[in-house]
């Protein structure tokens, strides 16, 4: 069985509209590259008790979970002490993070700049391959601990790429751009459905085109590359060809 992931996502600014999570759509592309499934996404508040209390929740039933948020040097960055608070652990300044943060600042580094040295007692550092990054990605046992600036974030899971790497064959995604509706595809889509019960397929209206051009947009995906083709050949050739715009991998 594949390994199963959820995502934790820490902020006030998300559930207020202030700042969109682009986030956990790219930790879903990155898990799927890896074939880790990402079962669960839950956003909460800049709050201890909240934040420790789903990501005990999401501990207990998914095999890896990613936090994504507050752990920068201001009042509501609070990631750190709720893990800790979840775990029942300590939190300590880490004397890497701090020698780091003092080189990186110099002269302007003040106890707020070292705010961002603390971690929960455990943490382990991932700084990837190759050379050392300049900040390593967070590691707690099966617990991700990693920023929310989305830059940040996408290469501290590249970081983590070696770490997380394992049997799993990668999904692959393919695709059918049709030009009816969902509702006369309906039946198509049945028919595959149900010859290829191994792949899943999905179907995704649009409802304005665009340069694109297309109505909807069927998806064939799965780990078995043969499988994901057979499935989207089958779908396409059943379609008139009035309708079928463009098959995509």
Same mark, same amino acid.
Request: proline share 6%.
């Given at each position: 069985?594949? /390994? ?13 509209? +202030? ?6 759509? =790219? ?14 996404? #839950?956003?909460?508040?800049? #709050? %201890? ?15 890896? %979970?990613?936090?994504?948020? $507050? ?11 709720? *893990?800790?608070?979840?775990?029942? /652990? ?11 943060? @003092? ?16 971690? #929960? ?5 991932? &700084? ?37 790497? $394992?049997?799993? @064959?990668?999904?692959? #995604? ?11 595809? +309906?039946?198509? *889509? =049945? /028919? %595959?459905?149900?010859? &290829?019960?191994?792949?899943? *397929?999905?179907? &995704?209206?649009?409802?304005?085109? $665009? =340069?694109? $051009? &297309?109505? %909807? ?33």
């Amino acid at each position: 069985m594949s /390994r199963t992931a959820a995502a934790l996502v820490v902020g006030d600014e998300v559930l207020s509209g +202030k700042i969109h999570d682009s986030n956990s759509h =790219d930790l879903a592309k990155f898990l799927r590259s890896l074939g880790v499934e990402l079962r669960r996404i #839950v956003t909460v508040p800049d #709050v %201890v008790e909240s934040i420790a209390e789903e990501l005990n929740a999401l501990s207990t039933r998914f095999d890896l %979970v990613f936090t994504s948020g $507050g752990v920068g040097p201001t009042h509501d960055d609070v990631t750190i002490d709720a *893990i800790a608070f979840a775990l029942g /652990r300590t939190t300590l300044r880490h004397p890497a993070l701090e020698r780091a943060l @003092r080189e990186h600042f110099a002269e302007r580094c003040t106890d707020d700049h070292l705010r961002m040295a603390t971690v #929960v007692e455990g943490t382990e550092l991932c &700084y990837g391959e190759g050379d050392p990054a300049p900040w390593p990605a967070l590691k707690l046992g099966s617990i991700f601990i990693l920023p929310g600036v989305p830059q940040l974030f996408r290469a501290h899971l590249e970081l983590l790429r070696p770490v997380l790497s $394992g049997a799993e @064959r990668a999904f692959v #995604v393919e695709s059918v751009l049709c030009s009816a509706d969902e509702a006369r595809l +309906k039946p198509l *889509i =049945d /028919r %595959v459905v149900a010859g &290829y019960p191994d792949v899943g *397929i999905g179907s &995704y209206p649009r409802f304005r085109d $665009g =340069d694109e $051009g &297309y109505t %909807v947009r069927i998806t064939f995906d799965a780990r078995d590359p043969a499988q994901v083709r057979a499935a989207r050949d089958t779908f396409a050739s059943s379609l008139p060809p009035e309708w079928l715009l463009r098959v995509e991998p």
